[in-house]
């Protein structure tokens, strides 16, 4: 009898071991925080373009470790003082798109461009006069989606995450109206609205294929 009981109890306490397990595994599952991922949030596919269900698009994170292809700069100096845009301006693209464009030669469904907006800092250093980068002020993206942009030039959507006089940037942007980029990009823009003309890197990888241009 006492056998008997001893073996219960045994069963007993490994049943509730293994359910202790179970609850633990599926707490580690669960993210740690939530403050960084709103709940209405849309099931991303293969492109790093996340939209909630109002259409705003969340910031995109880890972006300086996509494909470097350039920082284009319009100085004041050179613009009668009045330049459009006159920081720098670094620009990332995601790298399925990247390697999709060297494969295709054309931007894919779901391809996303950040633009990094930079200030001029110092004009000059140890190697002579010139324009260095200063401060981050500013984050834009386009992003080319036929489910999100049906109605828009080339299927293009863009996106500010700050504000006009700077700051930490949101973590999520509406998009522009269409005259803010898109009137622009779509009338000087050498490639599907991407301004490709200005960027070697781009010009190089379009229609590459296998392996990497910089490497011939």
Same mark, same amino acid.
């Given at each position: ?5 001893? =073996?219960?109890?045994? =069963? ?10 179970? /609850? ?16 209405? /949030? ?49 620009? @990332? /693209? ?6 999709? @464009? ?43 989606? =036929? ?50 003309? @200005? ?8 229609? @590459? ?8």
């Amino acid at each position: 009898m006492r056998t008997g009981t001893w =073996r219960s109890g045994m =069963r007993t306490f490994f049943v509730l071991l293994f359910a202790v397990i179970l /609850i633990g595994c599926a707490w580690n599952a669960r993210p740690i925080s939530t403050a960084e991922t709103p709940q209405d /949030i849309l099931s991303p596919s293969d492109s790093p373009a996340t939209f909630l269900e109002d259409g705003r698009l969340a910031r995109p994170k880890g972006y300086r470790r996509w494909i470097y292809v350039g920082a284009p700069l319009t100085p004041n100096e050179l613009n009668g003082g009045r330049a459009a845009f006159p920081e720098f301006h670094n620009v @990332y /693209i995601d790298p399925t798109s990247y390697d999709s @464009y060297k494969r295709t030669g054309a931007w894919r469904d779901g391809t996303v461009l950040l633009k990094e907006l930079v200030s001029v800092g110092s004009k000059a250093a140890s190697s002579g006069k010139g324009y260095f980068m200063g401060d981050v002020i500013g984050l834009e993206a386009a992003v080319k989606s =036929r489910e999100q942009f049906p109605g828009e030039p080339g299927n293009w959507g863009y996106f500010r995450f700050t504000d006009e006089e700077g700051g930490r940037p949101h973590r999520v942007a509406g998009a522009l109206a269409r005259e803010a980029c898109s009137t622009c990009h779509q009338a000087a823009a050498e490639d599907d609205f991407v301004f490709t003309q @200005y960027y070697p890197a781009l010009r190089e990888a379009k229609g @590459y294929g296998a392996g990497n241009p910089e490497d011939r």
